[in-house]
């Protein structure tokens, strides 16, 4: 059975502080895929990482960062976290192919605070 | 830019009644993605659409494609309390990889 997992389902972290999440698929996918869904706004795409060590800019990448070192396992790392950060973040991984088989599996998603 | 609009907004039914959620295009979708979202929880994928015309069901949902490829609905037929969540719409965008994602239909089911 096909599976995202994301590091932690809560994260409550300060101002400032260094932020690391962590998405791990097991589907031996070469494209994963960090979002950030708000209320209205819906899902934005923040990076994308088509092979290990590569990767492309979204829609919002201002103030995030991300790391992709094994083929499985792609982080989101907010170098200094601020309050307009506090949303839910949702990992996606997909095969390197075009419709219709390029559907795309989320994680459960973290629900991150910064106070 | 390409954007998908959705509506409504949000939703809210009583058991047993049918309902419809729209996903429009300002452009030619080249692969559109319907998913449901409980609360605080990731997607779940429920189908996906590239030919013009096109339909597909799944128990009570059905999703059909127009015929320009600009415009999706998802019926759900007889609703349930369980069909309660989020529903959104993702579309593939021509010549890479991403999606772009409508902003979601909240829906409730009243038992």
């Known amino acids: 059975d096909v599976k995202v997992t994301q590091s932690s389902r809560y994260l409550v972290k300060r101002t400032g502080e260094k932020v690391f999440l962590e998405c791990v698929q097991d589907m031996d996918h070469e494209n994963m895929f960090w979002y950030r869904q708000d209320p209205g706004l819906g899902l934005r795409l923040i990076y994308f990482s088509y092979d290990v060590k590569m990767k492309e800019k979204g829609d919002i990448p201002e103030g995030y960062s991300v790391s992709r070192e094994k083929k499985e396992r792609f982080s989101l790392i907010l170098e200094s976290a601020s309050t307009n950060q506090t949303s839910m973040y949702l990992c996606?991984?997909?095969?390197?192919?075009?419709?219709?088989?390029?559907?795309?599996?989320f994680g459960p998603g973290t629900r991150l605070t910064v106070l | 830019s390409q954007e998908l609009e959705q509506s409504p907004q949000s939703l809210i039914v009583q058991e047993g009644k049918n309902l419809t959620i729209n996903c429009t295009s300002s452009k030619t979708l080249y692969g559109l993605y319907w998913y449901k979202q409980k609360y605080g929880e990731g997607l779940i994928f429920l189908m996906m659409?590239?030919?013009?015309?096109e339909e597909k069901s799944h128990e009570k949902i059905t999703a059909k494609l127009d015929e320009k490829k600009q415009q999706s609905s998802l019926h759900i037929t007889a609703s349930q309390p369980s069909h309660a969540g989020i529903y959104l719409c993702g579309a593939a965008t021509s010549g890479t990889y991403k999606y772009i994602f409508g902003t979601g239909t909240r829906l409730k089911v009243l038992a």
């Open positions: 659409l590239q030919k013009g015309g």
């Open positions: 996606a991984s997909s095969l390197p192919k075009y419709p219709p088989h390029n559907e795309q599996f």
